[in-house]
């Protein structure tokens, strides 16, 4: 079993509209928890980087939340836009090591 | 704005090459890593360094080999490319200080077709 699920696997929007996107986790106990964007044939982006102790955090149209109770995060994106679409990953630094663990991404196309 | 570089950006090959995808930070990093990602699949660590003359195995078998002779660069090296071997491979550094915060800054890729 992954230790970090995302959902959906893949979605397509309008542009214009938001979206949320889903991470679960079972790291425990967990040094932080981060959220890339990654373009087609690219390298991942970081786009926001939270700590147990923090609820959330944004950066331009996107935030993110964290619930560490539930072990679970979300990224919303506002008033999507066609450079939006990319795969958008879901990663967790557990605190006994600095391996990362990658979650398998979520597939986002936003169409005109 | 991450000062990471990889080259190739693609590469075509065929099988039985060798070859060294090249890796190289000016942002004074001493932590690097390599990942393998195939297509719509999550990134696995293949190797990571903590500095020169640091290398490790990650969590993902790989054929290929590294090399941290130098804190800028990072290369790696298959002796004798397969099919199998094809995939994207991502190139990643951040820096040596504590800190939980740090984030994996990732070069743009290399993707290798074996033939």
């Known amino acids: 079993k992954n230790q970090v699920e995302q959902s959906p696997q893949s979605l397509i929007i309008l542009e214009g509209k938001n979206c949320t996107l889903q991470?679960?986790?079972?790291?425990?106990?967990?040094?932080?928890l981060r959220w890339y964007k990654q373009d087609t044939g690219r390298g991942p982006v970081s786009l926001t980087i939270?700590?147990?102790?923090?609820n959330t955090k944004s950066n331009g149209r996107y935030t993110a939340t964290l619930d560490a109770d539930t072990k679970q995060s979300s990224l919303h994106i506002t008033a999507s836009q066609l450079s939006d679409s990319a795969s958008y990953i879901c990663v967790v630094t557990p605190s006994f090591n600095d391996k990362v663990i990658f979650g398998p991404g979520t597939s986002l196309s936003v169409i005109p | 704005e991450a000062d990471i570089y990889q080259t190739p950006r693609y590469l075509v090959i065929g099988t039985g090459k060798k070859i060294t995808l090249e890796c190289s930070q000016t942002?004074?990093?001493?932590?690097m890593y390599w990942y393998q990602q195939d297509p719509g699949m999550e990134l696995h660590l293949i190797h990571y360094?903590?500095?020169?003359?640091?290398?490790e195995k990650g969590d993902l078998s790989s054929e290929s080999t590294v090399s941290r002779i130098r804190t800028e660069h990072f290369p790696l090296t298959l002796e004798s490319a397969r099919p199998s071997h094809t995939s994207q491979y991502l190139c990643?550094?951040?820096?040596?200080?504590?800190?939980?915060?740090?984030?994996?800054?990732f070069g743009p890729g290399t993707r290798l077709l074996v033939l």
């Open positions: 991470c679960n986790y079972t790291v425990s106990p967990f040094s932080n």
């Open positions: 360094s903590y500095g020169v003359n640091s290398t």
């Open positions: 990643a550094s951040r820096p040596g200080l504590a800190g939980d915060l740090e984030t994996q800054y």
């Open positions: 939270m700590t147990f102790s923090e």
């Open positions: 942002m004074g990093h001493d932590k």
